[in-house]
């Protein structure tokens, strides 16, 4: 009696519940679209929830208000566990609306936004639960998923390819149980006998589904053979493909197939520049720094009018690693003026995303190498010119500790130097232009510096003029570049494009400062990134602390974050940085007594899951509503659909005026239109009777309801009276048994 009991439970557990868990399942994979934006106190709210939907959905076959109930109490529960909530006690008065208003007010904006995210999660599994209760229905479920998946998958900078194969095997298991479950109806006898073996059943199952499950999950990628349409139709507008490669990346497609990396927007190639790209975020590195900086990679000095090329055979000596009282200090070409004031800046760097790094990303310039982790560390070198610190071939990097020393800007000192045209570096590539550059370029130049006596000022006017004459985006409008094929990226985009990014502002400021006389140079590297502890404290309400005016901390460092800037070279002073594109601002030490400006990077370098301030105020009020009303209409729709009395008053206005007999009639239309579907074909010679005569000696299981349902029809189609509502019942109840079973 207890091993019947046993089975019964299992047989109820899977073929009733089960169900619940593979679209709780399905819900677990499509909520990873939202990575980038949830915070991770988010996730894991969340991940409770339905830890707590799981066991409540295989505990309780019924009862689904008792359900509802504990799931939303396990979400209040969750916020209170993983979030600093403030409990202000009860209202002054019940009796006093105000009062009441208020207690409810605050105290439901603690629990925002998590209460409605875990809400519309919990909502979803139940509604997809819902919705594949029948075959069609969990077909249309797993593929609008998967179609979710592969869209989200394409357009963002997100690798779900696993998510997806955890939704087909979902979506198989689910096919699996819903087969069983039409046995069990429509084939007792059988049912049983196989129930009495259930290894023979799931033993197949489970092998086939693990199959293509470790299929998806372990095989690795294979070359692209068809595009999907979105590439197709913008390859054919003429246009660049934007991927998801961080500042200034851009998928380059070439006539051989080959295509730049889509991983990181630093290691893209660099003589063709333009196009549009979506922002990735990412990490790549954490920087532990006693200094706000840039972080420098490399540096580029010929510019072709397409993008930037490298000085052929530089210098390059071994980067010794060390403390450095022990290692020589890295020489700089050429050396600084004696009493130039710098200021010491340690790094402390930890990558963060796998690949091999072409250089070293620092503060610049960098002064010695302490510590390196790395599989090629006696392949470093440093190019002495260009401030580099690289390997002849990319190497993986685990983590390094370097110093810089960084120049102190002195904007006065620098107003007062005299041109460098006597300098004992090699101008020339500085000053390098190709010869098919439009002379509107250099007039324009020309235009914007007119007046100004020192090289400083004309460098900060160009930089002043870039900033704000061209707005930023990430997107711009290539079409409007009339030529191209070739024509000059900088005349396109100061004269018809009139829009972009760091490459944009970065080359065309470099151009111009060439076009004037100003040694100029083109740097690509990192933005600062951001600070997750600052974040922190705005999120959580943290005490208002004086920021370092060092920028001292730890940053984190996006693909978002890979950027270009320029630097122009003074006499003595050394290569100094420029900042052109609209919406940043490069940190430099200052001299004491002036203030560091903070910086004002683009709203587009930071997501919303890091913008996260918990500012306590109503705005979420109008969308917390109309989500409330939503999930009220679909729970009413839930309801209304499982109750039998809102059936019956929905039957009731939907055939009134009609009477019984009628109603029969089109019954019976209905069930032969279903059991057409379901593959019982009537032929056009036979009548009614013939046909239910047919179906009945086929399926000897369902005779006594085939039988009854023709009775009852013949009743309603033959009778002289209008009929009573017992024979609708009837046939209602014969009909419903024919459609279980098949």
């Known amino acids: ?122 909502a979803a599994v139940h509604v997809l639960a819902w919705l594949g209760t029948r075959r069609v ?225 620092a503060a610049g310039p960098v002064s010695s190498v302490i510590e390196l982790k790395s599989d090629n560390n006696n392949g470093l070198r440093w190019n002495p010119l260009e401030w580099e610190l690289r390997w002849g071939k990319s190497s993986t990097v685990q983590s390094y500790s370097v110093v810089s020393q960084v120049a102190v800007l002195d904007e006065k000192a620098l107003r007062e130097l005299a041109p460098s045209s006597g300098s004992s570096l090699d101008l020339a590539p500085y000053l390098q232009l190709p010869d098919s550059l439009p002379e509107r370029v250099r007039d324009l130049a020309k235009e914007q510096t007119n007046g100004l006596t020192n090289d400083y000022d004309r460098a900060k006017k160009l930089e002043q003029y870039l900033k704000e004459t061209f707005p930023y985006t990430n997107t711009p409008d290539v079409t409007r570049q009339t030529n191209r094929t070739n024509g000059d990226i900088v005349d396109a985009f100061l004269f018809e494009i009139q829009e972009g990014y760091c490459d944009y502002f970065s080359t065309s400021f470099v151009v111009m400062a060439r076009s004037i006389g100003l040694p100029t140079r083109w740097v690509k590297g990192y933005s600062t990134g951001y600070d997750p502890s600052v974040l922190e404290r705005a999120r959580f309400g943290g005490p208002d602390e004086a920021p370092d005016p060092t920028g001292a901390g730890t940053y984190t460092v996006r693909n978002a974050d890979a950027h270009s800037w320029a630097e122009v070279y003074f006499e003595g002073y050394g290569w100094i940085p420029f900042e052109p594109t609209s919406g940043f601002s490069v940190p430099q030490p200052l001299p004491e007594g002036e203030v560091l400006q903070p910086s004002t990077e683009v709203v587009e370098e930071v997501t919303p899951a890091e913008t996260g301030t918990v500012e306590k105020n109503k705005d979420w009020i109008v969308p917390a509503g109309a989500l409330g009303v939503v999930l009220i209409i679909v729970a009413i729709v839930f309801v209304g659909y499982r109750s039998k009395r809102a059936k019956k008053l929905w039957d009731r206005i939907r055939h009134k005026g009609s009477t019984p007999n009628q109603r029969v009639v089109r019954e019976m239309e209905k069930l032969l239109s279903f059991l057409q579907r379901q593959g019982l074909r009537r032929e056009s010679h036979e009548t009614i009777r013939e046909t239910f005569n047919r179906w009945g000696n086929k399926f000897s299981s369902l005779r006594n309801e085939f039988d009854g349902a023709l009775t009852t029809f013949e009743k309603a189609r033959y009778g002289h009276d209008n009929g009573n509502s017992q024979l609708l019942h009837e046939f209602t109840d014969v009909a419903t048994k024919i459609r279980k079973a098949l």
């Open 137 to 361: 229905g969990a077909i249309i479920v797993v593929v609008l998923s998967i179609a979710v998946m592969a869209t989200v998958d394409s357009f963002f900078p997100l690798e779900l390819w696993h998510n997806i194969a955890w939704i087909v095997t979902a979506g198989l298991a689910w096919l699996v149980i819903l087969h069983l479950r039409q046995l069990q109806v429509r084939h007792p006898d059988s049912w049983e006998a196989m129930a009495e073996r259930p290894l023979d059943i799931a033993f197949p199952a489970v092998i086939i589904i693990t199959i293509v499950l470790l299929a998806g999950v372990l095989m690795p990628r294979a070359p692209v053979i068809l595009e999907d349409p979105y590439t197709i139709w913008t390859e054919a507008q003429g246009r660049e493909v934007p991927v998801f490669s961080g500042e200034g990346g851009v998928q380059k497609v070439s006539s051989s197939g080959s295509k730049g990396s889509s991983l990181s927007g630093y290691s893209r190639d660099d003589r063709k520049i333009g196009g549009g790209f979506q922002f990735d975020y990412s990490p790549v590195m954490t920087i532990t720094t006693s200094q706000r900086s840039y972080w420098r990679g490399e540096t580029k000095t010929i510019y072709t009018g397409k993008g930037w090329g490298d000085l052929k055979n530089p210098e390059l000596v071994p980067a010794g690693i060390g403390d450095p009282e022990d290692v020589p200090t890295l020489e700089l070409t050429p050396p600084r003026a004696e009493g130039l004031k710098t200021v010491e800046v340690v790094q402390t760097v930890k990558i963060e995303r796998k690949g091999k790094l072409p250089v070293l990303f």
């Open 1 to 122: 009696m207890k091993l019947r009991v046993s089975g019964q439970f299992w047989r109820r557990l899977v073929l009733e519940r089960l169900h619940r868990i593979l679209a709780l399942v399905i819900v677990l994979q499509l909520i990873q679209c939202f990575s980038d934006y949830w915070w991770e106190e988010t996730y894991s709210i969340i991940y409770g929830v339905l830890t707590v939907t799981a066991v409540t959905e295989l505990l309780m076959s019924r009862l689904f208000g008792i359900r509802i109930v504990v799931q939303i109490a396990s979400i209040i529960g969750m916020i209170l566990w993983k979030m600093p909530v403030e409990w202000r006690g009860w209202p002054e008065s019940w009796r006093s609306w105000g009062n009441i208003g208020d207690f409810i007010s605050f105290h439901a904006s603690e629990l925002h936004p998590f209460f409605e995210l875990a809400l519309g999660v919990v």
